[in-house]
């Protein structure tokens, strides 16, 4: 397969490597887009993704995991982030829509598309359904919330006669999560709802800021039936 690389986007990130696994998407059934959080990277989602396709047995699911620069999404904390133009959230918002643009181009449908996000990188994951409300595979967004400048008055989407169309959606926390409040989880959680998504919330005491074997069986569930629908 011809290696990606987010050369087609603007700033910070642009150029930075995207790891690929699995086949390309002339031959995919799916693809699963990986996004990694603050002081993380590339390789390790990319771990997190081969768990799951060993887990499902399957050997035609592409996996995507692209490199943030100095392994940072954006700059500042979650709480902190105000600047809807901060050049970093930008530019990671772009490597998101041109992965995305990619597998469509290749001739994988959107409603193969999945989305997992950690910390970051699923704040990148909710953000991503908000501004643009399409129908994907699946969403997970694990230990992460909608970003603050991604949201209109009231988390509504930038074109609210789109939806989701139903699409499935995970979203996992700890209830004391130390970098996302759980006031913006729920908010999140109904942001999703009311752009049709299809939103079931696992919320737990005492987690941490990490991922749980109850997410990780969810995830490969919304998978399994997502890719042979």
């Given amino acids: 397969m011809q290696p990606f690389d987010l050369s087609t986007i603007e700033g910070p990130h642009a150029g930075q490597p995207v790891?690929?696994?699995g086949p390309g998407p002339g031959k995919a059934a799916a693809a699963l887009i990986l996004l990694h959080g603050r002081g993380s990277g590339a390789q390790q989602i990319l771990g997190l993704g081969r768990t799951i396709v060993h887990s499902l047995g399957r050997r035609d699911l592409l996996l995507l995991a692209p490199h943030a620069m100095r392994s940072t999404w954006y700059l500042p904390r979650f709480a902190e982030l105000k600047d809807p133009l901060d050049p970093w959230l930008v530019s990671a918002r772009q490597a998101v829509d041109a992965l995305i643009?990619?597998?469509?181009a290749g001739g994988i449908a959107?409603?193969?598309i999945f989305l997992l996000g950690f910390s970051q990188g699923a704040c990148l994951v909710a953000d991503r359904a908000l501004r643009i409300p399409q129908r994907y595979g699946g969403l997970?967004?694990?230990?992460g919330a909608?970003?603050?400048p991604a949201n209109r008055e009231e988390d509504e989407p930038e074109n609210p006669a789109a939806n989701m169309e139903g699409t499935p959606v995970c979203i996992g926390c700890s209830q004391e999560d130390p970098?996302?409040?759980l006031a913006r989880l729920r908010a999140t959680e109904e942001a999703l709802r009311?752009?049709?998504a299809s939103v079931e919330t696992l919320v737990y005491p005492?987690?941490?800021?990490t991922v749980t074997p109850e997410e990780m069986s969810l995830v490969q569930e919304i998978l399994t039936r997502g890719i042979v629908s």
Avoid: D, Q, V, Y
Avoid at 101 to 104: A, D, E, F
Avoid at 206 to 209: D, L
């Fill in 19 to 21: 790891i690929t696994e």
């Fill in 101 to 104: 643009t990619k597998m469509t």
């Fill in 110 to 112: 959107r409603e193969k």
């Fill in 140 to 143: 997970f967004i694990l230990s």
């Fill in 146 to 148: 909608s970003l603050p």
């Fill in 179 to 181: 970098h996302i409040p």
């Fill in 194 to 196: 009311k752009a049709s």
């Fill in 206 to 209: 005492g987690a941490g800021h």
